[in-house]
């Protein structure tokens, strides 16, 4: 399918090599984070979510860290691989009922 | 069904025409949201539907956008007399609670 995000952000990292992806959000109030990578022609999947009563949370291969005195969010990949490349976003429940989403950041590995 | 199924997944349309996009979200689930995405953009909000509440419609840019949910379960937007602005991907998801959504593939909707 056709690509969405050709202008947004891009990391480039080699294959093996760990990956952050940094979000910055803009409500003090919001109180759960979501990351979702997104694959060409395809909609948003869930990778890991984090409540604002935490400031990391572990998953398989990825963390997130949360930090809100800042309002600052980020991804790790640990050994990021060729199947990680795709658009990721991060999204903040700011109490309406439905999430807001970032603009995005592209992920390319090299291998 | 096993996922969020959205028709068609691709669509042309010349200006001024009216479309109608699906969304079928997985069975049980009583929240469905519909988001756009453009080139080069994040997710916009457009409307979110939750049991036989109101549905939240503060994220539909104009009057010429409209969905409705039928029967809490299938919906469809439609956008009347569409502009080439309306060009871009058009993303249902639904949920059992306000979290963890499960989004279907989109409908890319080009006006041409």
């Known amino acids: 399918g056709e690509s969405v995000g050709l202008h947004l952000p891009t990391l480039s990292v080699q294959e093996g090599d760990n990956s952050i992806i940094n979000c910055a959000y803009s409500n003090s109030a919001s109180d759960y984070f979501i990351w979702y990578k997104q694959e060409s022609g395809k909609g948003p999947q869930f990778i890991i979510d984090?409540?604002?009563?935490?400031d990391k949370r572990q998953g398989q291969r990825v963390t997130v860290l949360l930090n809100k005195t800042v309002k600052h969010l980020s991804l790790q990949i640990a050994a990021t691989q060729p199947g990680d490349s795709a658009v990721y976003f991060c999204?903040?429940?700011?109490?309406?009922?439905?999430?807001?989403f970032g603009s995005g950041t592209r992920l390319q590995v090299q291998p | 069904g096993a996922g969020v199924s959205q028709s068609p997944s691709n669509k042309v349309t010349e200006k001024g025409k009216d479309v109608e996009l699906r969304c079928d979200p997985i069975s049980g689930h009583t929240a469905l949201y519909w988001y756009r995405q453009s080139l080069g953009q994040g997710l916009e909000f457009l409307i979110y539907f939750q049991g036989n509440s109101a549905p939240d419609k503060s994220g539909l840019p104009s009057d010429r956008f409209s969905a409705e949910r039928t029967g809490g379960s299938v919906s469809t937007l439609t956008i009347q007399r569409t502009q080439q602005e309306d060009s871009a991907v058009y993303l249902c998801?639904?949920?059992?609670?306000?979290?963890?959504?499960?989004f279907g593939s989109g409908t890319r909707l080009t006006v041409v």
């Open positions: 998801a639904s949920s059992l609670v306000a979290a963890g959504y499960t």
């Open positions: 984090i409540r604002s009563n935490m």
């Open positions: 999204a903040e429940n700011t109490g309406r009922r439905a999430l807001t």
